[in-house]
């Protein structure tokens, strides 16, 4: 079954400083990989994604995501963290599972990244 | 474009009571997805529909029903709503073509409810 982990609840970064937010995967075959975040008082927002290809994914917002199939990860970053960071980020892993047509999303359980100035 | 808009914003509800939110899309999107979001659990799917008459059973479909009897608007059900429906309802649109930005799903707002 296709699954997707976030080990970190919460992740705490100075302004300025790089921020990395994990995600694990567990998939058959070539995994699809999300990142949406979600601001206070909002619906889910696309990041970026990985389908195939260059392995370092870039995205919105300055963000960027590098696939790593040996060690099954996603994880997020950003160079130089800003206040405006601050959001709930989900992973979330395409479910190729069942009934596959219907491109159904398993999302993690989300990891809340805390920047402070 | 408003891209996808759901109604009510917040309900409180009582034991027993139903109630129908709805979601409306105007990217002419044919796939169309119901989710809850509780506290440390993510995202769960209800129900789906991958086009107009169709819809299909997700992950926690439990308590719901749906329907998409047009393109554009889902619809979820609460028949007898229960105190365990508290939670944070989100649709998501995305369209027909897989790969590429055809995977990306859209959201709306969410619908806040609360059950007494």
């Known amino acids: 079954a296709q699954s997707v982990a976030q080990p970190e609840d919460q992740v705490n970064v100075a302004e300025g400083n790089p921020l990395t937010v994990k995600c694990t995967y567990s998939v058959s075959g070539n995994p699809y990989l999300f990142w949406y975040v979600q601001y206070p008082n909002r619906g889910l927002q696309f990041l970026l994604k990985?389908?195939?290809?260059?392995?370092l994914v870039k995205g919105s917002y300055g963000f960027e995501a590098e696939f790593n199939k040996s060690q099954t990860s996603f994880h997020l970053k950003k160079p130089s963290a800003l206040v405006s960071d601050s959001a709930l980020y989900f992973c979330?892993?395409?479910?190729?599972?069942?009934?596959?047509?219907?491109?159904?999303?398993?999302f993690g359980s989300g990891t809340r990244l805390s920047i402070r100035p | 474009n408003a891209g996808v808009t759901q109604t009510p914003k917040f309900r409180v509800l009582k034991t027993g009571q139903s109630m129908t939110l709805l979601c409306a899309q105007d990217?002419?999107?044919?796939?169309m997805y119901w989710y809850r979001q509780d506290p440390g659990m993510g995202l769960r799917l209800i129900h789906y529909?991958?086009?107009?008459?169709?819809?299909a059973k997700g992950e926690v479909p439990d308590g719901y029903n749906v329907s998409r009897l047009k393109k554009q608007n889902f619809l979820l059900g609460l028949e007898s709503a229960a105190p365990s429906q508290t939670s944070v309802y989100f649709c998501?649109?995305?369209?027909?073509?897989?790969?590429?930005?055809?995977?990306?799903?859209?959201f709306g707002p969410g619908t806040r409810l609360l059950v007494l």
């Open positions: 990217m002419n999107h044919e796939y």
């Open positions: 979330a892993v395409r479910d190729m599972g069942g009934d596959s047509s219907a491109s159904k999303i398993i």
């Open positions: 998501a649109s995305r369209r027909l073509s897989s790969g590429g930005s055809g995977e990306t799903q859209y």
């Open positions: 990985y389908i195939t290809g260059d392995n």
């Open positions: 529909s991958v086009g107009e008459g169709t819809t």
